[in-house]
């Protein structure tokens, strides 16, 4: 593990263990930090999407420790580019955000944070139906533009407190979101950004989206509601 220090920042390369594979990621901790963000990126990105990194400096801002990881490794990567196939084993994708997990719990650095997931696209499908592996570890699930729809039955089953948001021209995603939220049977909102396509690369949006994320993880990995 390397790690440097910068502002009162605790910024670590990792490697976390998986099945035969090493997961590479990126894990940040402010001092003082309550609780710890895992992502779970979209289909064809990875821990470097300037989205997700986006929302990751705005949750390190507000005290929150965050992991972004890429959920396969640079051969499978290699592979999906060709088949497409492994974006969407969302059993494998869940599994390693499991063992993401379980590492983060024995983390003599971050075993007495709170854990949320926020997943992208795909990654959305795969946090929930991880959050269902790991009722007792997970305390909240934010979604972005994501496929919660992918977890199927397991959507009944999640216990964690989700956040669904969604672009406001992003209709076929909508509609996909409104049947999940249907299906959960825990604490939930769905939150539509006005103006936003996708990948919520209109003005405003991303922020609109780090604000969202921020609120829903400071109540559930902290207490504060704001």
């Given at each position: 593990m390397n790690t440097t220090s910068k502002r009162k920042v605790q910024e670590n390369l990792v490697w976390i263990p998986t099945g035969s594979v090493k997961l590479e990621g990126n894990l940040v901790i402010p001092e003082s930090a309550q609780g710890i963000v895992l992502f779970a990126h979209g289909s064809g990105s990875s821990r470097h999407s300037p989205r997700n990194r986006y929302v990751a400096d705005v949750l390190q801002s507000s005290g929150l420790a965050t992991l972004l990881i890429d959920l396969l490794t640079s051969e499978e990567e290699a592979i999906d580019m060709r088949t497409?196939?492994?974006?969407?084993?969302?059993?494998?994708?869940?599994?390693?955000?499991?063992?993401?997990?379980?590492?983060?719990?024995?983390?003599?650095?971050?075993?007495?944070?709170?854990?949320?997931?926020f997943g992208a696209s795909t990654g959305a499908g795969a946090a929930l139906l991880a959050a269902t592996e790991r009722p007792e570890s997970v305390a909240a699930v934010v979604s972005r533009g994501g496929r919660p729809d992918l977890a199927g039955s397991a959507l009944g089953r999640v216990k964690a407190p989700t956040l669904l948001i969604v672009g406001g021209y992003d209709i076929p995603v909508i509609r996909m979101n409104q049947d999940a939220l249907a299906l959960l049977r825990v604490e939930k909102a769905l939150e539509i950004v006005p103006g936003a396509t996708h990948l919520f690369e209109e003005p405003g949006t991303l922020e609109e989206v780090a604000r969202l994320a921020t609120q829903w993880f400071k109540r559930y990995l902290t207490g504060v509601i704001e």
């Open positions: 497409r196939h492994l974006r969407f084993d969302l059993g494998l994708l869940a599994s390693r955000l499991v063992d993401a997990t379980d590492w983060l719990a024995k983390n003599p650095d971050t075993r007495h944070l709170k854990v949320g997931y």
